[in-house]
């Protein structure tokens, strides 16, 4: 069976897009990225398309972690107020 990718995960009130690109979009060194639109609260994983699957999983599961990071104060009531 091969292996997908979802290519967008929706959370209440929060996208997160996921993109494989190639070495044009991301720096040299670079094998993940996460960039986050705080007013229309979507974000953006892009992830090294040339890695390995299991590289493209570990890039994945680090850029997920900012995600939330960003998921947690676009909900968190507390967070807002000190915007
Ligand atoms: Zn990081």
Redesign the pocket.
């Known amino acids: 069976m091969i292996f997908r990718f979802s290519k967008k995960i929706k959370l209440p009130g929060f996208v997160i897009k996921i993109r494989f690109v190639d070495g044009r979009t991301l720096p040299k060194t670079t094998e993940?990225?996460?960039d986050y639109n705080r007013k229309k609260k979507i974000g953006t994983i892009d992830i090294r398309d040339s890695l390995t699957l299991n590289q493209k999983k570990l890039a994945l599961a680090?850029?997920l972690?900012?995600a939330m990071v960003d998921y947690l104060h676009c909900i968190c009531p507390e967070e807002k107020k000190g915007d």
């Open positions: 993940g990225s996460w680090h850029e972690q900012h």
